[in-house]
């Protein structure tokens, strides 16, 4: 559904706006774009859509974008969510129809519903990781499954206060690795910690995998690991949206 202008102005006027909850993808070669560049970006694909957004008041006007948890630099997800001010009650597939029309398959909105919870709500969220590396086995499978699992497993970890060590375990939750022979991957999926409070980036964990087993260290044309947010989870361990 894809309105026009002239429908659009026709539409009811609100007052306070709504806000609506766009759920997208990021993947693909979209997905070494930084969360600064998508900022600017987004804004820039809602106003070519046509959309009626909410604009500030003041000197200078400027509509508002919430976006949730920023996502890493080289990650592809299917979840990555933005709140958005409109001021006419347009339907919510108009807004994801005419969203689509300025985007392509790599960055795209998969569903447009009302906002609820808060982004600061968030406390985790699920990976799936493909590791394609030399001496991919079941084996294998089962020595990252049993580093994952078990404590401790100290990185240096960055924070705005500094780097320091850190025991990264408590952070990661439902770990399941397995070898896929048709493919000769190995495939993770790893629930780790997402929030304010704490923050664990999934190639934190690849990188402490290649440290301590020597994975992803052969011929970088051929070996590779793609990493991909799948969803969220609030600190009541239901699902996010």
């Known amino acids: 559904m894809i309105l026009t202008e002239q429908q659009i ?22 997905k070494h774009i930084s969360h600064l560049d998508l900022q600017r ?9 046509g959309l009626p957004v909410w604009y500030t008041k003041g000197f200078n006007p400027h509509p508002k974008l919430v976006f949730g948890v920023p996502l890493p630099v080289g990650v592809e997800s299917e979840c990555e969510l933005l709140d958005l001010r409109l001021d006419r009650d347009i339907p919510n597939e108009a807004v994801r129809d005419m969203l689509n029309a300025k985007l392509t398959d790599e960055l795209c909105a998969l569903e447009v519903r009302e906002a609820g919870a808060k982004f600061v709500e ?28 078990s404590s401790p497993l100290v990185i240096i970890k960055k924070s705005k206060s500094g780097e320091k060590e850190a025991d990264i375990i408590p952070m990661i939750n439902n770990v399941s690795a397995k070898y896929c022979a048709d493919e000769d991957v190995v495939r993770l999926s790893v629930r780790l ?42 600190a009541d361990g239901k699902q996010f949206v």
């Open 9 to 30: 102005k026709a539409l009811p006027y609100l007052d306070p706006p709504k806000t609506v909850r766009i759920k997208f993808r990021k993947a693909g070669r979209l």
């Open 41 to 49: 970006s987004m804004a820039r694909i809602i106003a070519r859509a």
């Open 122 to 149: 968030i406390s985790a969220a699920d990976y799936s990781i493909t590791i394609k590396t030399a001496g991919a086995c079941n084996e294998l499978a089962a020595e990252i499954q049993q580093m994952l699992t």
């Open 193 to 234: 910690s997402c929030g304010q409070t704490e923050n664990l980036n999934a190639s934190a964990v690849v990188s402490a995998l290649r440290e301590r087993l020597g994975i992803l260290s052969g011929d970088p044309t051929v070996e590779y690991c793609n990493i991909r947010r799948e969803r969220f989870y609030g």
